[in-house]
């Protein structure tokens, strides 16, 4: 135990820790494209997926900081702040910039921070210590979760368990970049753009649909049903346990060849274009679902335009158009209560014994 302060080597052992390799994700296409799609553009807005437990949400959004370049970061910030960007400073960095203290630059991997249920607003957002902001006539602000996530990813697994007042609080973060805490007069606010990523099992809580129409992409996880890839998942799950770093030395040239992709397409992202025609399609389909507003409309064209960024072009096209959530939460509930009544009519029968393979919920 002696030696070095403990708390370096748990902040060393944190960081050695390996990840589960995005590109050994088996199957669940859907959600690993919607990850990617926020990767190359963080204005389509973050993704909600439903499902059950053990479909891989959780390694899917952890395994996304590693096909990221790591950050440059201004040095010693508790907020990430990027040096070059002067204008979205937090207050100990822009005081810094004023004194003529340079910021100096350090690099750092993308925060993947995870929200975990029963966080208090303080321990998200960060508390003010008012006692000694007044008695020294400082700012006393101790940074929360959202100053760790600033330019990363926020991940909450179960957002529809979380308290309706920290949900809305979350969505106004997100959607503002800044976060901003108040208590008797003293504030304090700091950069915090993130991208929201939730996850919920719609059979264990409902999703309001407040929640739901402010992501910008959702998609539904279902456990895998095809058996050679139910086996594959758990040989490479094996594999990666058993010699982690073996593992994911043999995936490194595929991680490196989706991460270049990712680099190409977030610089192509900002030319693509909608044609006319295409934004009339999105507009009649949001039209048609009752999407408030018009940030469905802008979400759906920005997500579009991601997909072609990705697929390497300048234009998009009809088929790069996906749902809003809206329409994506219609189809799941129709679809769930579709399941219910096939379990009423199958008790008493012996139809469950076919659920694996038929292809059917
Ligand atoms: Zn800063």
Same mark, same amino acid.
């Given at each position: 135990m002696a030696g070095r302060p403990a708390h370096k080597r748990s902040a060393k052992s944190a960081a050695a820790r390996p990840v589960f390799p995005f590109?050994?994700?088996? @199957?669940q296409e859907e959600m690993k494209l919607a990850l990617l799609l926020n990767v190359v553009a963080p204005s389509v807005g973050g993704v909600l997926v439903t499902g059950?437990? @053990?479909?891989g949400k959780t390694t899917a959004v952890r395994s996304l900081a590693e096909l990221l370049p790591p950050l440059t970061s201004a040095r010693g910030c508790a907020y990430n702040c990027?040096? %070059?960007?002067?204008? %979205? &400073?937090?207050d100990d960095c822009a005081a810094r910039l004023a004194s003529g203290v340079g910021l100096g630059r350090e690099r750092r991997p993308v925060p993947v921070v995870e929200l975990p249920l029963g966080a208090t607003e303080d321990r998200v957002c960060g508390t003010i210590d008012l006692g000694r902001a007044l008695r020294e006539?400082?700012?006393?602000f101790e940074p929360g979760l959202l100053a760790r996530a600033n330019r990363g990813f926020l991940y909450i697994d179960e957002?529809? &368990? &979380?308290e309706d007042h920290l949900v809305d609080l979350l969505l106004d973060v997100a959607a503002t970049g800044r976060n901003r805490v108040e208590r008797e007069g003293v504030s304090a606010e700091h950069p915090a753009r993130f991208r929201l990523v939730g996850s919920a099992n719609p059979e264990e809580g409902e999703l309001r649909p407040q929640l739901v129409d402010r992501f910008g992409l959702c998609v539904a996880v279902e456990t895998e049903r095809d058996l050679e890839r139910r086996v594959l998942i758990v040989e490479n799950r094996e594999s990666f346990d058993e010699d982690p770093a073996a593992f994911n030395t043999a995936r490194e040239s595929e991680q490196s060849r989706l991460r270049r992709r990712l680099v190409r397409a977030a610089s192509r992202f900002a030319g693509v274009k909608v044609p006319r025609a295409v934004l009339r399609q999105i507009a009649e389909l949001c039209h048609r679902l009752g999407v408030d507003g018009h940030r469905g409309e802008i979400t759906v064209a920005r997500a579009a335009r991601a997909l072609a960024a990705f697929e390497g072009r300048d234009v998009v096209t009809a088929g790069d158009v996906r749902p809003p959530c809206r329409a994506e939460r219609g189809r799941q509930g129709r679809a769930r209560r579709g399941r219910e009544d096939a379990r009423r009519a199958s008790l008493g029968g012996r139809a469950q014994t076919r659920s694996i393979d038929d292809g059917q919920p």
């Open positions: 590109t050994a994700i088996v @199957g059950h437990r @053990g479909t990027d040096p %070059s960007d002067e204008d %979205s &400073l937090c006539g400082v700012k006393a957002v529809n &368990l &979380l």
